[in-house]
């Protein structure tokens, strides 16, 4: 039986042109592409190619099914947005492979992706060219408790910030939250990038003050850039000096 393989890979956050040659040579090798529905959908269907796509929620699900294919001599690429090491698949899979050690010497890769993150930085200006965090606000795998405390602290040692997942149908009310405690630890002028679909044809680039900031701003397609106490305009560019204050 030929050897298979797991390749977790990186999209990109939504164009074409920004999936690296590295991820696009894996899937031209793939007998198999496993990921959420939207991501799948982005892999043309060719012959010798199976396509497995699947619901949100089930990421473990996912990787185990590929860990078995691999074993079974499948060529498998889990894609991912983004990139597969933030907020996606590639923690998932080992998840997956610590409860099924048998596994372990499957030939397992993860290829690197321009993260929705840096596609909204570099499409806003440069907010994150200081020290910066990123948080994600879904409160699916912790509570949000521990999410709002992360925010402060991270407000309070004066950190750019990046937020993925900002406001979704089934929570509506989160992002609103976040922006209480940024305005109870940050000044009214500090600058929020709304960067929405980056890198697509809906691509939306909207800067406002913190005072100005509204939570309906946000939903599922949006980053938010959130710069610190030394970030500013320069005509219509954003960007955090290198040095800090």
């Known amino acids: ?4 393989w797991v390749v977790v890979a990186g999209l990109g ?3 074409d042109t920004m999936v690296t040659p590295e991820v696009s040579a894996a899937i031209a090798q793939a007998t198999d592409i496993v990921g959420y529905i939207p991501y799948v959908a982005r892999i043309a269907p060719r012959e010798g190619l199976t396509l497995h796509a699947s619901d949100n929620r089930v990421e473990l699900d996912r990787a185990a099914h590929a860990l078995h294919m691999a074993a079974s001599g499948a060529r498998v690429v ?3 947005s983004g990139d597969p090491g933030v907020f996606a698949m590639a923690s998932a899979l080992f998840e997956a492979l610590e409860a099924a050690p048998q596994y372990l010497n499957t030939d397992i890769r993860i290829l690197p992706g321009i993260t929705a993150m840096l596609a909204a930085a ?3 200006g440069a907010p ?3 020290d910066f965090a990123c948080i994600n606000l879904s409160d699916n795998l912790k509570p949000f408790d521990l999410l709002a405390r992360r925010i402060r602290l991270c407000a309070q040692a004066d ?5 993925y997942n900002p406001r979704s149908a089934s929570r509506p009310d989160t992002f609103g ?9 940050c000044a009214p002028h500090t600058l929020i990038t709304f960067a929405r679909a980056v890198s697509t044809p809906d691509q939306r ?4 003050t913190l005072d100005m900031a509204r939570d309906d701003m946000a939903d599922m397609r949006t980053v938010v850039l959130v710069g610190n106490s030394a970030t500013r305009k320069l005509g219509r560019f954003v960007y955090t000096p290198r040095k800090a204050l």
Do not use: W
């Open 78 to 80: 889990i894609v991912s």
């Open 1 to 4: 039986m030929t050897a298979g």
């Open 177 to 185: 939250k976040v922006l209480d405690i940024l305005r109870t630890e």
């Open 13 to 15: 956050p939504g164009a």
């Open 205 to 208: 680039i909207e800067t406002v």
């Open 122 to 124: 570099a499409a806003a």
């Open 128 to 130: 994150l060219g200081h």
């Open 159 to 163: 950190l750019a910030m990046a937020y």
